[in-house]
């Protein structure tokens, strides 16, 4: 008989650290219910007070933020320093949607050959399930929570197995901001459960951040039962390094892209495309910076990075190096599982990547770098739109009218010049092609989970 609860172990001891159960049906029901109910009452707030609640929330999380790293280091293993960043990115993501949320979901004046008088409103539509990931436990959930609430819709959370004392956490400090009881609301159901729950009338929509099967998956039911969806999901992101490009920057900000997080972030440097000219030196560099890498104890000051969040998903990202090689990717450092306990995944690096290597064609969710040469800007190109994907990507050059021209002919949701991919509340973040639809974040994302209703008057 199947273990009928969410399980959470250390991913840097392998060892069991919570074990919660999963809700019964009545259970379900009772909380659907709620928050039906409370989202009625939420809609019909003020959108001020909503936003001083947010602004309460950003305070609640700076004032729990040692508790809150502390959960995320021991439930998903990123080190105590990307925790805490974390954290702080969710409190300043909080202030920005108070400062700026009602300026945006204002009537907007509309004119027309027709009307005295014309405008927009954006309305909330109801409750919204998100069904989030683990590799940021609550800037995932907290990035698609904020904008829903503020336009008026209640929120419920399907959190991953794996993270469920960080999902409750954040339950315990929106409401100790002030949010009304079930307003925001975790549901702790196995996957299976969800299509119910999806097909439930109380549930208006759906967002989802995770893998492209995940999404597939919600994807099809919410259209069955015709329900917006949006989804945030896998990715290949190119990392383009020009023949003129300062090196050192872009070797600094290579590492940082690839290694964050021990790899594991959807929006991330994961084939670094190399023009010809550049692409030994920047190898040697890379080499060098990766050798420097710690992957160790999360919860030491010292290790850069932490394990692999779980056995199996270390094993996957194992196989794919493995596939790699024996189709001809060059290993030039780690990539050989390490004994002990925990799921530690060394700083992997692969050269000679091309079309057709998993390194290349799939997301390698972990610390595993693929190195990609390219004869020149428009080769560069190519190679970064030879994917099934299209999430984000980087181009590093001096000359910024070539970086401009060839964002415009990148297939992805978002370019960044002389950096790298780097969420913020003030633009929105999403995919092209198998990387999803919709937006998240900036105004955009306040007004993706909202009716936009035509308001039209003529007078006399």
């Given at each position: 008989?199947?273990?009928?609860?969410?399980?959470?172990?250390?991913?840097?001891?392998?060892?069991?650290?919570?074990?919660?159960?999963?809700?019964?049906?009545?259970?379900?029901?009772?909380?659907?219910?709620?928050?039906?109910?409370?989202?009625?009452?939420?809609?019909?707030?003020?959108?001020?007070?909503?936003?001083?609640?947010?602004?309460?929330?950003?305070?609640?999380?700076?004032?729990?933020?040692?508790?809150?790293?502390?959960?995320?280091?021991?439930?998903?293993?990123?080190?105590?320093?990307?925790?805490?960043?974390?954290?702080?990115?969710?409190?300043?993501?909080?202030?920005?949607?108070?400062?700026?949320?009602?300026?945006?979901?204002?009537?907007?004046?509309?004119?027309?050959?027709?009307?005295?008088?014309?405008?927009?409103?954006?309305?909330?539509?109801?409750?919204?399930?998100?069904?989030?990931?683990?590799?940021?436990?609550?800037?995932?959930?907290?990035?698609?929570?904020?904008?829903?609430?503020?336009?008026?819709?209640?929120?419920?959370?399907?959190?991953?197995?794996?993270?469920?004392?960080?999902?409750?956490?954040?339950?315990?400090?929106?409401?100790?901001?002030?949010?009304?009881?079930?307003?925001?609301?975790?549901?702790?159901?196995?996957?299976?459960?969800?299509?119910?729950?999806?097909?439930?009338?109380?549930?208006?929509?759906?967002?989802?951040?995770?893998?492209?099967?995940?999404?597939?998956?919600?994807?099809?039911?919410?259209?069955?039962?015709?329900?917006?969806?949006?989804?945030?999901?896998?990715?290949?992101?190119?990392?383009?390094?020009?023949?003129?490009?300062?090196?050192?920057?872009?070797?600094?900000?290579?590492?940082?892209?690839?290694?964050?997080?021990?790899?594991?972030?959807?929006?991330?440097?994961?084939?670094?495309?190399?023009?010809?000219?550049i692409a030994e030196a920047f190898t040697q560099r890379f080499l060098q910076a990766a050798r420097e890498q710690c992957a160790g104890d999360p919860t030491d000051e010292r290790s850069t990075m932490g394990p692999i969040a779980r056995g199996d998903l270390r094993d996957g990202v194992h196989d794919q190096v493995?596939?790699?090689?024996?189709?001809?990717?060059?290993?030039?450092?780690?990539?050989?599982?390490?004994?002990?306990?925990?799921?530690?995944?060394?700083?992997?690096?692969?050269?000679?990547?091309?079309?057709?290597?998993?390194?290349?064609?799939?997301?390698?969710?972990?610390?595993?770098?693929?190195?990609?040469?390219?004869?020149?800007?428009?080769?560069?190109?190519?190679?970064?739109?030879?994917?099934?994907?299209?999430?984000?990507?980087?181009?590093?050059?001096?000359?910024?009218?070539?970086?401009?021209?060839?964002?415009?002919?990148?297939?992805?949701?978002?370019?960044?010049?002389?950096?790298?991919?780097?969420?913020?509340?003030?633009?929105?973040?999403?995919?092209?092609?198998?990387?999803?639809?919709?937006?998240?974040?900036?105004?955009?994302?306040?007004?993706?989970?909202?009716?936009?209703?035509?308001?039209?008057?003529?007078?006399?």
């Open positions: 008989m199947p273990d009928m609860h969410a399980i959470s172990r250390n991913p840097a001891t392998g060892e069991e650290i919570g074990r919660f159960a999963f809700l019964t049906a009545s259970e379900v029901e009772q909380t659907l219910a709620n928050a039906a109910a409370a989202q009625k009452r939420w809609a019909a707030t003020p959108i001020e007070q909503r936003a001083a609640i947010m602004t309460r929330l950003a305070s609640v999380m700076r004032e729990r933020v040692e508790e809150a790293a502390a959960i995320a280091t021991a439930e998903m293993g990123k080190t105590l320093r990307e925790a805490r960043a974390e954290v702080e990115k969710c409190a300043a993501t909080a202030d920005w949607f108070a400062r700026n949320g009602a300026r945006h979901l204002a009537d907007e004046p509309a004119e027309t050959d027709t009307a005295d008088e014309a405008y927009v409103s954006f309305l909330p539509i109801g409750v919204i399930l998100g069904v989030m990931p683990w590799n940021f436990p609550y800037w995932q959930a907290v990035r698609a929570a904020l904008p829903i609430l503020l336009g008026g819709n209640g929120f419920i959370l399907k959190h991953a197995p794996n993270v469920m004392r960080a999902a409750f956490l954040m339950e315990e400090m929106f409401r100790a901001a002030g949010l009304p009881e079930h307003v925001f609301s975790v549901l702790n159901v196995d996957t299976p459960a969800i299509e119910s729950v999806i097909a439930d009338r109380r549930i208006a929509a759906v967002t989802l951040t995770g893998s492209t099967r995940a999404g597939a998956a919600v994807a099809s039911l919410a259209g069955r039962h015709l329900k917006k969806s949006v989804l945030e999901l896998g990715g290949t992101d190119a990392f383009i390094v020009l023949a003129d490009a300062d090196l050192d920057g872009a070797v600094r900000f290579a590492i940082a892209g690839r290694f964050a997080n021990a790899g594991q972030v959807c929006l991330a440097a994961k084939r670094i495309i190399l023009e010809r000219p493995q596939h790699s090689v024996a189709a001809g990717a060059a290993l030039l450092l780690g990539g050989e599982l390490p004994e002990g306990p925990g799921f530690f995944y060394p700083p992997t690096v692969l050269a000679d990547v091309k079309p057709g290597m998993a390194a290349f064609d799939e997301e390698v969710f972990g610390p595993v770098a693929a190195l990609v040469v390219a004869e020149d800007a428009e080769h560069a190109l190519l190679l970064a739109n030879t994917s099934e994907y299209g999430l984000s990507g980087n181009i590093w050059t001096a000359d910024e009218a070539k970086a401009r021209t060839l964002a415009r002919r990148m297939e992805t949701g978002g370019v960044f010049v002389n950096g790298f991919t780097a969420s913020n509340a003030r633009v929105p973040v999403g995919g092209v092609k198998k990387s999803g639809y919709g937006r998240e974040l900036s105004y955009f994302g306040l007004r993706e989970f909202t009716n936009a209703q035509t308001v039209w008057t003529r007078r006399g």
